[in-house]
């Protein structure tokens, strides 16, 4: 079974302390394959194996438009750095609070 390492946002901010899956903000549009293994490698201490990009969305806040661009990738090496998350199929995150496109990842990935 499948599984998904989600982790909890900041208590500050936009959808603060709400869970995400690992999310490199700023790298959405600039992000190829190579850039995002390199990030999961140095952000969550995991080796994986080529990174697939399963698509990309937009979302319009009150005051912002934010683009989500979804990558998938297994993982080879599973080694998080501690506090990275929480490892979980997609059919047992109903007790994570999570925001509208992280929802929509979620519904993304269970897809593919």
Do not use: C
Request: net charge positive; hydrophobic share 40%.
């Amino acid at each position: 079974k499948w599984r998904y390492l989600f982790e909890q946002r900041p208590s500050d901010g936009l959808w603060s302390r709400m869970w995400q899956m690992p999310t490199a903000e700023g790298l959405a549009g600039r992000a190829d394959s190579k850039v995002m293994r390199a990030w999961v490698r140095r952000r969550l201490g995991l080796a994986v194996d080529e990174p697939d990009r399963l698509g990309a969305f937009t979302h319009q806040t009150t005051h912002r438009t934010i683009r989500f661009v979804v990558w998938s990738a297994a993982v080879v090496d599973e080694r998080p750095g501690r506090g990275a998350g929480r490892w979980r199929p997609l059919n047992r995150v109903d007790d994570l609070p999570l925001s509208n496109p992280q929802r929509r990842v979620v519904q993304m990935l269970g897809r593919g």
